[in-house]
């Protein structure tokens, strides 16, 4: 490890199934079964339980394949406003610990604890805690990642779920990284993987003989990334305020929409869903785009941009509208969305002090 980068201590916390764990814990006579949240006959999997996933049914499979996989599995509607409501609780928790936490979903986060509020040396420790405290208050299980890094932290929490937790030691980081899978790195998707194959990178240490001009020219930027987090160099801070881009709403269908009538009333609904979301937390924005999926899976996308902030539904309905007149094609519509963007957050710069402190403990 090159001792110039910063050394912290990062904890990556991952929720184990959160969906289909929320339903299962909500529901009893679901524990124990093969589940699927999302739509049993159009759509996809939002979620799957581990009994499900023993049939190879995972997120974002289409939910006839998911059936074909596991025929006994059971699809139940996902309850978006529960899990916000329990991740929420959640990171009310994460908060205890210290006020470095980037969520990065609803069922994931990482906390930098280097620094903590009740001073407790031992990041083992406090995410030992941290899961503790989450079974006892939501009756769930979440698994936890610790090292020096975001990355080490988020490879490290996939070791040992469900709950389960496991620490990359500073001293430990160059062996592990060398024996570690190219598949099992954070960032490199199956596409990516499977292109390291071909060239005969398995694992860390097959990565690590390759020079940044060389994984460059192979893998583009990302080549540089490779080349650093092989050798346990990510510099990435926790960021706790995430500056919001967009919001977005959107409906699928369970039948298809032909008629424009039935279009204009799911855009007018739409308008004042996102109006609603917009208002809770004081957001406006300037640009308004609408999504149309059609029934073969093709995708449209427009937008148009004002010079003031919009700030109304009916102002979203009525630019809504005037895309919906732009689109290409008369076919029938299985999604419609709208999201805002060039918000007033982006005005709001927001600092946050990182510490960077050697670690006098990092216990395994």
């Known amino acids: 490890m090159d001792s110039s980068f910063p050394i912290r201590k990062i904890i990556h916390v991952d929720m184990d199934a959160f969906y289909a764990s929320v339903e299962q814990h909500d529901n009893p006579a679901l524990r124990g079964k093969a589940l699927a949240v999302g739509g049993e006959h159009r759509g996809v999997v939002a979620a799957a339980s581990y009994e499900a996933r023993k049939f190879g049914v995972r997120s974002a499979m289409p939910s006839k394949t998911a059936k074909e996989k596991c025929p006994h599995l059971i699809f139940v509607p996902p309850r978006f406003p529960r899990y916000k409501e329990i991740s929420r609780k959640i990171r009310e928790i994460f908060y205890e610990y210290t006020d470095l936490v980037e969520p990065l979903s609803l069922d994931e986060a990482y906390l930098d604890v280097t620094e903590n509020k009740k001073g407790i040396e031992s990041a083992n420790q406090i995410a030992k805690e941290i899961r503790q405290k989450i079974f006892n208050e939501t009756g769930l299980t979440a698994s936890a990642g610790i090292s020096i890094n975001k990355f ?90 995430r500056i919001q881009k967009s919001v977005a709403v959107e409906r699928t269908f369970f039948e298809d929409l032909f008629d424009e009538k039935q279009v204009n009333e799911k855009l007018e609904s739409l308008s004042e869903e996102l109006h609603n979301r917009l208002q809770k937390n004081n957001i406006l924005g300037r640009s308004l785009t609408l999504k149309i999926k059609y029934k073969d899976f093709s995708l449209f996308t427009r937008s148009i941009t004002k010079e003031e902030y919009l700030s109304s539904p009916e102002q979203y309905f009525s630019i809504a509208k005037k895309l919906w007149e732009l689109r290409p094609f008369d076919k029938a519509v299985r999604l419609l969305g709208l999201s805002l963007s060039h918000l007033n957050t982006e005005e709001k710069k927001q600092v946050s002090v990182q510490l960077k402190i050697r670690f006098k403990e990092f216990e395994d």
């Not at 694992?203 to 390759?210: F, H, I, N, T, V």
């Not at 990334?225 to 990510?234: A, L, Q, S």
């Open 152 to 241: 080490l932290a988020k490879v490290a929490s996939d070791i040992n779920k469900p709950n389960g937790q496991k620490t990359i030691h500073p001293e430990k980081i160059e062996s592990f990284l060398e024996e570690l899978p190219v598949e099992k790195f954070y960032g490199v998707g199956k596409v990516t993987a499977n292109k390291m194959f071909s060239l005969g990178i398995y694992k860390g240490k097959d990565l690590k003989k390759r020079s940044i001009e060389d994984l460059t020219r192979l893998f583009g930027k990302s080549g540089a990334y490779y080349y650093n987090v092989v050798r346990g160099i990510h510099t990435s801070e926790v960021k706790p305020h």
